[in-house]
Protein backbone atom coordinates (compact mmCIF):
# COMPACT_ATOMS: atom_id res chain seq x y z
CA UNK A 1 0.00 0.00 0.00
CA UNK A 2 0.78 3.43 -0.67
CA UNK A 3 0.87 6.38 1.87
CA UNK A 4 -2.99 7.35 0.49
CA UNK A 5 -4.03 3.92 0.79
CA UNK A 6 -2.44 3.42 4.40
CA UNK A 7 -4.33 6.84 5.53
CA UNK A 8 -7.44 5.92 3.76
CA UNK A 9 -7.07 2.61 5.24
CA UNK A 10 -6.74 4.16 8.99
CA UNK A 11 -9.55 6.32 8.22
CA UNK A 12 -11.44 3.75 7.43
CA UNK A 13 -10.92 2.06 10.40
CA UNK A 14 -11.30 4.53 12.86
CA UNK A 15 -14.27 5.85 11.87
CA UNK A 16 -15.74 1.86 12.19
CA UNK A 17 -14.14 1.90 15.90
CA UNK A 18 -15.91 5.47 16.08
CA UNK A 19 -19.42 4.11 15.14
CA UNK A 20 -19.26 1.32 16.84
CA UNK A 21 -18.82 3.37 20.15
CA UNK A 22 -21.63 5.37 18.86
CA UNK A 23 -24.02 2.46 18.48
CA UNK A 24 -23.09 1.23 21.76
CA UNK A 25 -23.72 4.26 23.44
CA UNK A 26 -27.07 4.68 21.77
CA UNK A 27 -28.78 1.50 24.07
CA UNK A 28 -28.02 3.29 27.31
CA UNK A 29 -29.15 6.53 28.07
CA UNK A 30 -29.59 5.95 32.04
CA UNK A 31 -33.54 5.65 31.75
CA UNK A 32 -33.98 2.74 28.43
CA UNK A 33 -35.66 -0.24 29.79
CA UNK A 34 -39.33 -0.82 30.99
CA UNK A 35 -41.39 1.14 33.59
CA UNK A 36 -44.79 0.93 35.20
CA UNK A 37 -46.56 3.39 36.51
CA UNK A 38 -48.76 3.95 39.62
CA UNK A 39 -52.19 2.94 37.37
CA UNK A 40 -50.63 0.04 36.01
CA UNK A 41 -49.66 0.84 32.10
CA UNK A 42 -46.13 0.42 31.15
CA UNK A 43 -43.92 1.78 28.86
CA UNK A 44 -40.81 1.02 26.94
CA UNK A 45 -37.87 3.19 26.40
CA UNK A 46 -35.29 3.02 23.86
CA UNK A 47 -32.60 5.81 23.33
CA UNK A 48 -30.56 7.53 20.95
CA UNK A 49 -28.77 10.76 20.80
CA UNK A 50 -30.27 12.84 23.39
CA UNK A 51 -33.76 11.60 21.95
CA UNK A 52 -36.13 8.98 23.49
CA UNK A 53 -38.49 6.44 21.62
CA UNK A 54 -40.96 3.84 22.70
CA UNK A 55 -44.18 2.28 23.33
CA UNK A 56 -46.68 3.35 25.79
CA UNK A 57 -49.16 0.25 27.08
CA UNK A 58 -52.15 -0.31 28.28
CA UNK A 59 -53.58 -3.31 29.97
CA UNK A 60 -57.25 -3.52 29.19
CA UNK A 61 -60.34 -6.24 29.35
CA UNK A 62 -59.23 -7.25 25.64
CA UNK A 63 -55.84 -7.23 25.88
CA UNK A 64 -53.11 -4.50 25.79
CA UNK A 65 -53.85 -1.01 23.75
CA UNK A 66 -50.11 -0.09 22.67
CA UNK A 67 -49.36 3.65 21.20
CA UNK A 68 -45.81 4.94 20.23
CA UNK A 69 -44.24 7.56 21.44
CA UNK A 70 -41.18 9.90 21.14
CA UNK A 71 -39.42 12.46 23.10
CA UNK A 72 -35.96 13.92 24.31
CA UNK A 73 -33.68 14.41 27.77
CA UNK A 74 -31.12 16.33 29.19
CA UNK A 75 -28.27 14.84 31.15
CA UNK A 76 -28.42 16.34 35.01
CA UNK A 77 -27.94 16.00 38.70
CA UNK A 78 -24.64 14.84 40.71
CA UNK A 79 -22.39 13.18 38.87
CA UNK A 80 -24.65 13.86 35.52
CA UNK A 81 -26.68 10.56 36.83
CA UNK A 82 -30.16 12.17 36.46
CA UNK A 83 -32.18 12.82 33.48
CA UNK A 84 -34.76 15.50 32.63
CA UNK A 85 -37.26 13.59 30.43
CA UNK A 86 -40.28 14.72 27.90
CA UNK A 87 -42.18 12.75 25.55
CA UNK A 88 -45.32 12.84 23.50
CA UNK A 89 -47.99 10.49 23.40
CA UNK A 90 -50.71 10.79 20.54
CA UNK A 91 -53.65 8.57 21.90
CA UNK A 92 -53.89 7.13 17.66
CA UNK A 93 -53.17 3.69 16.98
CA UNK A 94 -55.38 1.89 14.06
CA UNK A 95 -55.15 -1.31 15.57
CA UNK A 96 -56.80 -0.79 18.74
CA UNK A 97 -58.62 2.43 19.70
CA UNK A 98 -57.92 4.01 16.10
CA UNK A 99 -58.00 8.13 17.04
CA UNK A 100 -58.45 9.34 19.89
CA UNK A 101 -57.91 12.67 18.60
CA UNK A 102 -55.94 13.61 21.80
CA UNK A 103 -52.49 13.72 22.92
CA UNK A 104 -50.81 13.56 26.15
CA UNK A 105 -47.30 15.46 27.05
CA UNK A 106 -45.01 14.26 29.95
CA UNK A 107 -42.62 16.03 31.48
CA UNK A 108 -40.67 14.83 34.72
CA UNK A 109 -37.73 13.93 36.04
CA UNK A 110 -35.68 10.50 37.09
CA UNK A 111 -34.26 10.33 39.79
CA UNK A 112 -31.13 7.33 39.60
CA UNK A 113 -31.16 7.10 43.36
CA UNK A 114 -34.66 6.08 43.43
CA UNK A 115 -34.84 4.36 40.11
CA UNK A 116 -38.24 6.59 39.37
CA UNK A 117 -39.09 8.39 36.82
CA UNK A 118 -41.21 11.49 38.55
CA UNK A 119 -44.19 13.17 36.14
CA UNK A 120 -46.57 15.59 35.53
CA UNK A 121 -48.55 15.26 32.11
CA UNK A 122 -51.33 17.26 30.01
CA UNK A 123 -53.74 15.90 28.02
CA UNK A 124 -55.20 17.67 25.02
CA UNK A 125 -58.33 16.34 23.61
CA UNK A 126 -60.04 18.09 20.88
CA UNK A 127 -63.13 20.05 21.40
CA UNK A 128 -64.80 22.93 19.34
CA UNK A 129 -63.68 26.39 19.75
CA UNK A 130 -66.49 27.30 21.84
CA UNK A 131 -65.49 24.77 24.13
CA UNK A 132 -61.52 25.05 23.84
CA UNK A 133 -61.37 25.83 28.02
CA UNK A 134 -61.80 22.53 28.63
CA UNK A 135 -59.21 21.17 25.92
CA UNK A 136 -56.93 19.96 28.61
CA UNK A 137 -56.54 17.20 31.43
CA UNK A 138 -53.73 17.73 34.09
CA UNK A 139 -52.13 14.92 36.30
CA UNK A 140 -49.53 13.28 37.93
CA UNK A 141 -47.76 9.81 36.84
CA UNK A 142 -44.67 7.95 38.34
CA UNK A 143 -42.70 5.45 36.18
CA UNK A 144 -40.82 2.74 38.30
CA UNK A 145 -38.77 0.05 37.08
CA UNK A 146 -39.88 -3.41 35.94
CA UNK A 147 -38.37 -6.55 34.98
CA UNK A 148 -42.05 -7.52 34.04
CA UNK A 149 -42.71 -6.73 30.30
CA UNK A 150 -46.27 -6.95 28.56
CA UNK A 151 -46.30 -7.06 24.97
CA UNK A 152 -49.54 -6.25 22.32
C1 LIG B 1 -42.80 2.78 42.95
O1 LIG B 1 -41.77 2.91 43.92
C2 LIG B 1 -42.18 3.63 45.07
C3 LIG B 1 -40.95 3.86 45.94
O2 LIG B 1 -40.17 2.70 46.04
C4 LIG B 1 -43.27 2.85 45.78
O3 LIG B 1 -43.72 3.57 46.91
C5 LIG B 1 -44.44 2.67 44.81
O4 LIG B 1 -45.44 1.86 45.40
C6 LIG B 1 -43.99 2.03 43.52
N1 LIG B 1 -45.09 2.04 42.56
C7 LIG B 1 -45.34 1.02 41.75
C8 LIG B 1 -46.46 1.21 40.80
O5 LIG B 1 -44.69 -0.01 41.76
C1 LIG C 1 -50.52 -2.43 13.64
O1 LIG C 1 -50.34 -3.82 13.45
C2 LIG C 1 -49.45 -4.14 12.37
C3 LIG C 1 -49.47 -5.66 12.20
O2 LIG C 1 -49.18 -6.28 13.45
C4 LIG C 1 -48.07 -3.60 12.68
O3 LIG C 1 -47.18 -3.87 11.63
C5 LIG C 1 -48.15 -2.09 12.88
O4 LIG C 1 -46.87 -1.59 13.27
C6 LIG C 1 -49.17 -1.76 13.94
N1 LIG C 1 -49.35 -0.31 14.01
C7 LIG C 1 -49.16 0.37 15.16
C8 LIG C 1 -49.33 1.86 15.05
O5 LIG C 1 -48.92 -0.15 16.22
C1 LIG D 1 -62.26 11.86 16.45
O1 LIG D 1 -62.69 12.88 15.55
C2 LIG D 1 -63.33 12.38 14.38
C3 LIG D 1 -63.71 13.56 13.52
O2 LIG D 1 -62.55 14.27 13.14
C4 LIG D 1 -64.57 11.58 14.75
O3 LIG D 1 -65.11 11.02 13.57
C5 LIG D 1 -64.18 10.48 15.72
O4 LIG D 1 -65.35 9.82 16.17
C6 LIG D 1 -63.44 11.05 16.92
N1 LIG D 1 -63.02 9.94 17.76
C7 LIG D 1 -63.23 9.91 19.08
C8 LIG D 1 -62.74 8.69 19.78
O5 LIG D 1 -63.79 10.83 19.66
Same mark, same amino acid.
Given at each position: ???????? !??? &?? &???? $?? #???????? @??? *??????? /? &??? $??????????? =?????????????? !? /?? +?? #?????????????? +? =?????? %?????? %??? @???? $?????????? *?? !????? &??? !? #??? +??????????? +?? =? %??????? #??
Amino acid at each position: MNRIGISI !YIF &LL &LSTI $YL #KQGESSQH @SCG *IDGTWKN /D &LGS $YIDISCGDGTI =FGVYRIPVSSGVDS !Y /DF +AG #KYIVTGKNGEDRIV +A =FLVPWN %NPNCTG %NSN @STSS $YTGIYFSSEG *II !YTHWI &LTG !Y #KEW +ASRWATNLIGH +AI =F %NRTTNVI #KS
